[in-house]
């Protein structure tokens, strides 16, 4: 009936088996919590600075798009920049040979559109190349390189066809020929 009770674990006190038996480790919850909240956070910041690097990439190219959205159109209008150059040249020797009023109405009449165009152009920020000077290969391409007593070596001689900035883009660049 009864059983025999081992009268040494009577004797023990209940505080000295607690100290022997290894219980696992209590966690803190607060600090698991504040450990998960900084990993959140730091997320949360990597992300947001993701975004705003992102949001002021595309606000550039959009911005960037937009100034440039033209470059199209003013290059097929260079084409009658050109043909006005030319036309004007040609006029301005017929005028040397005869000096006819026809030829003063016309010179006259393609100078206005001349002018006009050339307005046009300026206020969709197109601008002429300066062509005076030291070559530079950012702004002129070289067609040719002539002899010149003139001229030092590497300096424009003459300008085959005008070059044109968009900005501060070059549209086209200015055709020269220089100095050997």
């Known amino acids: 009936m009864g059983e025999k009770v081992d009268e040494e674990s009577k004797e023990q006190p209940i505080e000295e088996i607690l100290e022997n038996v290894e219980l696992p480790e209590e966690k803190d919850p607060l600090k698991e919590a504040q450990d998960e ?3 959140w956070k730091d997320k949360f910041l990597r992300s947001h ?3 705003e690097n992102t949001k002021k990439r ?3 190219d959009k911005s960037t798009a937009i ?6 159109f003013s290059k097929d209008i260079l084409a009658v920049m050109d043909s006005f150059d030319q036309a004007l040249l040609s006029i301005a020797k017929a005028e040397e040979q005869e000096s006819s009023e026809v030829i003063e109405k016309m010179k006259e009449g393609v100078t206005l559109t001349y002018e006009q165009l050339k307005k046009i152009l300026e206020k969709n920020s197109i601008t002429e190349i300066a062509c005076e000077g030291e070559f530079d290969p950012n702004h002129h391409q070289v067609i040719m390189q002539v ?3 003139a001229h030092e ?3 424009i001689v003459q300008v085959m066809q005008k070059g044109y900035m968009i900005k501060d883009r070059v549209l086209r660049p200015s055709m020269v020929s220089t100095k050997k």
């Open 58 to 60: 595309l606000h550039k």
């Open 153 to 155: 070596s590497g300096h």
């Open 67 to 72: 100034s440039y959205a033209n470059e199209s």
């Open 37 to 39: 909240a900084a990993d």
């Open 49 to 51: 600075a993701d975004f």
């Open 147 to 149: 002899d010149s007593d």
